[in-house]
């Protein structure tokens, strides 16, 4: 057990008197979490790269917002498949359907 | 004086004008007037009526010149007319006689050159004038090579005076050379004098001439004067050899070279100073090489300054490859100290060690390196050469090389809060940029480094942020923006999740809402955070938390679209407030410790089972948890390990003199596995990397054989590892899969891009 030097005095606490008391109360909670696309697959069929990270095309052209991030979003069809929006964009021109399910393309939402 | 040409006899002007040119070349004095009349002698000559006379007077000026030299050889050169003869005790007076005699001579020629300006300057150089203009084409091949008075008479004294003398006047000034070497440079220095000026008088009786003037003096002066110098310091080096160690004899070089290059300014025209000290290196250093790295090994293992600072001075001017021996033993010795401090290390600290120890090897040797080389660039990189095998060096053929984690490692121990001051961790981070340039796997450092940095910035475990942004600066600079593009997604999510929490604080105030916890939330992006395997441990979560996690995923997906928040609930704590006890208290803990803690709350006595099933938490996370609040005595456990039926109760006697504490815990230890993941997860990244360099290289070229696209990836600039070709070659076949590029019809080994 390590002890905290910065807060070693021992005084009474303040309880609220009103309510009936706990035994366990939550004080404070750091907590971590992460946060991807909400994709069923997380790796692009287009270019078999992750989701999370850009697509190929723009990590070898280096594109990036100001914040550092690379700007390569996610983009879901009616059809419930996801792709990076760049790979699907280049795609449609050639093929207007889903790559996974040959459905007729057509854009439900796109990432922010 | 009158100016009109008139009709004038030759024969009664020119005995005038030749006496006068007799008193002015043998530097008598000469009334101003008859200089006047003679000087205008030159010019009634030059213009007469009907002829001009220049011609004439040009040869008889040439036949009295060249009696003249004539006369000087014989009366005052070769026959020794001085009549302090007896007290001169030098045999070879021929120089200063000679000397002397051009002294006087080179002086009155000067002085005749001004009496016949006008002949110079009218009837010499219009006479160059119309030669280069080939307007008078039938002039005389004769008047055609006329020179000026001081050119002819500088040349008449060549061909009777230096000419036929040659080869006495060079024994003389060398044997004068060999005893200014024998007497240790203490020739008297009337003596220097006059073979300086005997030296001199080679070149600048040649001075005129535009091109070649140094011709006369070279062929028979400075040829001879080399060899005879060659052979004496053959000869030095040889009586040196007998008696010298390697030491003593590069002293005496030193030495020798020194006077030889003080000799050859006293004696010699500027011209010859290089070749003379080339001589003088090639007979010394280059012909004895052999002897002077005889104990180089020695020299350079025992670390003898002097003699090292010796050696390269005596080295230095020859070409590197002859170096080579000293500074590959250099190199070695360095490399070996290098091994030496690093092989035996061990233990937790093993990382500080490495990089200090190397540290210390590196500024060890670049200091000698200034004192005693001179910061030599041949010397400076033998220094990189050792420090990199040193640094890079696997500890077998299986093993892979450690120095990429123990200098991350350094990093870390530095950032971490500690007590010591700020400057000094700024400069042991600059220190540690040294040891960093040198390790070749630099992804692997990446990784490492990226894995400690998420830790620091998770736990706030960061001294200051000022100095993990000046440490993220360092390596951008030193590996370019690429390789420091995650840490810097990682810092920005730290920033945008404070916003993010002031913002959903807001929020809550703004609804009337109070959460009755001080909640703060990190938001991490997958994919730039090294967080190992991000596989979610499975664990029921309290009711105590869900309103919070609820509120936050409601306002956060409001926020964004499209994106799907997953707790990491093993880097999450907090405090919880304990009022069961006689004072009440504040603890840090996990998450899943408050969440065993809560479920006492409305029983006593709890099984670990029931414990564990409760919250779903599996058998590895139990343990590691659950194991610390028994050490913290809040809980009291019925055996000493946890099995399914020990029981586990509140510990009602719980006393601390302190009302807030918080319970440690193991979890911040990396663990053998993640070391491991983190190699494994970097041949990963290179692949990604190759791949996407070969789409750019292939975008831009369109058609490449296969060939020339690997030399073209191996040429990338390196920026964090080198590349292998079998590597290359995957990535090239899965891009072919993944329809990038395509193997073009016409060739098997030939790829084009496909857009
Ligand atoms: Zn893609
Ligand atoms: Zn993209
Ligand atoms: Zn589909």
């Given at each position: ?14 309880n609220?008197?009103?309510k ?14 992460m ?18 990270d ?13 914040l ?16 990076h ?15 996974l ?5 057509s854009?439900?939402?796109m990432?922010? | ?5 008139k009709v004038?006899?030759?024969?009664e ?21 008859i200089?006047?009349?003679?000087f205008?002698d ?22 009295f ?16 007319t ?16 000679y ?5 006087e001579?080179?002086?009155?020629i ?18 160059k004038?119309t030669?280069t203009?080939s ?8 008047a055609?090579?006329q ?18 003398l ?29 073979i ?24 028979l ?5 080399l ?15 007998q008696?010298?160690t390697?030491s003593?004899y ?10 030889e ?23 010394f250093i280059?012909?004895r ?18 003699d090292?600072r ?30 030496e ?12 060690a490495?990089?200090?120890n ?18 030599d ?19 077998s ?17 530095l950032?971490?809060k ?7 961790i ?7 940029i040294?040891?960093f340039k ?16 998420a ?10 942020m ?6 993220i ?10 390789f ?8 920005t ?6 916003d993010?929490?002031?913002k959903f604080?807001n ?9 009755g ?9 997958a994919?730039?955070w ?5 596989q ?12 919070s ?5 409601d ?5 964004f679209?499209?994106?799907?928040l ?7 704590h ?41 919250l779903?938490?599996n058998?590895?996370t139990?343990?590691?948890h659950?194991?610390?609040m ?10 000493e390990?946890?099995?399914?039926e020990t029981?586990i ?10 009302t807030k504490?918080?319970?440690s815990?193991?979890l911040q ?5 993640e070391?491991e993941?983190?190699?494994?997860s ?34 990338l600039?390196?920026?964090s ?35």
């Open positions: 057990m390590a002890d905290d030097p910065e807060n070693s005095v021992d005084k009474p606490d303040d609220d008197a009103g009936p008391e706990k035994m366990f109360t939550l004080k404070k909670w750091n907590a971590v979490a946060w991807s696309w909400d994709v069923e697959c997380d790796i692009c069929a287009i270019c078999r790269v992750q989701v999370m850009s697509c190929l095309r723009c990590q070898a052209e280096n594109k990036r917002d100001v550092g991030r690379q700007d390569c979003v996610v983009v879901w069809g009616e059809c419930n498949h996801s792709f929006h760049c790979c699907m964009s280049l795609w449609v021109k050639q093929n207007n359907r889903c790559p399910c040959q459905q007729e393309w854009i439900q939402r990432g922010k | 004086m009158s100016l009109k040409p004038v006899e030759f024969f002007v020119w005995p005038r004008l030749r006496g006068i040119a007799e008193s002015v070349i043998t530097l008598r004095k000469v009334e101003r007037a200089w006047n009349t003679s205008s030159v010019y009634t000559l030059c213009v007469a009526q009907p002829e001009p006379m220049a011609d004439r007077l040009y040869n008889e000026t040439k036949e010149l060249e009696s003249h030299v004539q006369v000087m050889l014989t009366r005052k050169v070769l026959e020794d001085r009549e302090d003869q007896k007290d001169n005790k030098a045999t070879s007076d021929l120089l200063q006689r000397y002397t005699t051009w002294m001579y080179s002086q009155g000067k002085y005749l050159h001004q009496l016949y300006i006008y002949l110079n300057q009218q009837h010499i150089k219009k006479q004038i030669d203009e307007f008078y084409g039938n002039l005389s091949s004769d055609a090579e020179m000026e008075i001081g050119e002819l008479g500088l040349d008449i004294w060549r061909v009777y005076m230096v000419e036929f040659a080869s006495e006047l060079v024994r003389h000034i060398l044997e004068g050379i060999a005893v200014d070497r024998a007497s240790n440079g203490t020739l008297d220095w009337h003596r220097v004098q006059t300086n000026g005997v030296i001199h008088s080679f070149v600048e009786v040649q001075d005129y001439k535009k091109t070649g003037s140094l011709k006369l003096y070279q062929d002066f400075e040829a001879p004067m060899e005879a110098s060659g052979a004496y310091y053959t000869n030095e080096a040889n009586k040196l050899l008696r010298c390697v003593e590069m002293q005496e070089v030193i030495k020798i070279l020194e006077c290059s003080k000799r050859a300014k006293k004696f010699l025209h500027v011209s010859s100073l290089a070749k003379l000290r080339k001589q003088c290196e090639e007979k280059n012909d090489l052999g002897f002077i790295y005889s104990e180089c090994r020695e020299m350079v293992s025992e670390e003898r300054r002097q090292l010796n050696m390269y001075i005596v080295l230095k001017p020859i070409p590197d490859n002859l170096k080579a021996e000293l500074i590959q033993t250099f190199l070695e010795h360095i490399k070996n100290e290098g091994l401090t690093v092989n035996a290390l061990k233990g937790e600290n093993i990382h500080i490495f990089v200090e190397m540290l210390k090897v590196h500024q060890k040797y670049q200091e000698l390196i200034a004192a005693v080389f001179e910061n660039s041949l010397f400076l990189s033998a220094l990189d050469k050792a420090c990199a095998s040193v640094i890079n060096r696997r500890p053929e299986r093993q892979p090389c450690r120095s990429a984690e123990y200098v991350a490692k350094y990093c870390d121990t950032l971490k500690s007590k010591t001051c700020e400057a000094e700024d400069q042991k981070l600059t220190n540690n040294t040891i040198y390790i070749e796997d630099k992804d692997v450092y990446q990784k490492f480094y990226s894995r400690l940095l830790k620091r910035l998770i736990h706030e475990q960061s001294q200051s000022d100095a993990e942004e000046g440490m600066n360092r390596l951008k600079q030193a590996c370019g923006y690429e420091t593009n995650k840490l810097h997604r990682m810092f999510d730290i920033s945008v999740s404070a993010l929490n002031n604080n929020h809550l105030k703004d609804a009337g809402i109070d959460l916890i001080n909640l703060s939330i990190k938001v991490l992006q994919g730039a090294p967080l190992g395997s991000t979610v441990i499975p664990f029921a979560v309290p009711q105590e938390f869900e309103k996690i609820k509120m936050f995923e306002y956060y997906h409001n926020l679209s499209g994106r799907k997953t707790w990491l609930h093993h880097m999450c907090g405090e919880l407030k304990l009022s069961h006890l006689k004072k009440s208290y504040i603890v840090t803990m996990q998450t899943y410790q408050m969440a065993v803690m809560l479920l006492f709350e409305t029983c006593d006595s709890l099984s670990c089972r029931e414990i564990q099933n409760t779903q938490l058998d590895e139990f343990q590691k659950m194991q610390p028994i050490e913290s005595k809040l809980l009291n456990a019925s055996s390990n946890l099995t399914g029981r109760e509140l510990n009602m006697d719980y006393t601390n003199k302190r504490f918080k319970i815990s193991a230890k990396e663990t053998p596995q070391v993941h983190t190699i494994n970097v041949d990963e990244d290179r692949k990604l990397f190759l791949q996407a360099a070969i789409v750019r290289i292939m975008k831009s070229r369109k058609v490449l054989k296969h060939n020339a696209l690997i030399q073209e990836v191996l040429s600039p390196k920026v590892f080198t590349p292998n070709i079998a590597m290359i070659k995957k990535c090239v076949e899965s891009l072919i899969d993944k329809q990038y590029i395509e193997r073009t019809a016409n060739s098997g080994d030939e790829y084009s891009y496909m857009a």
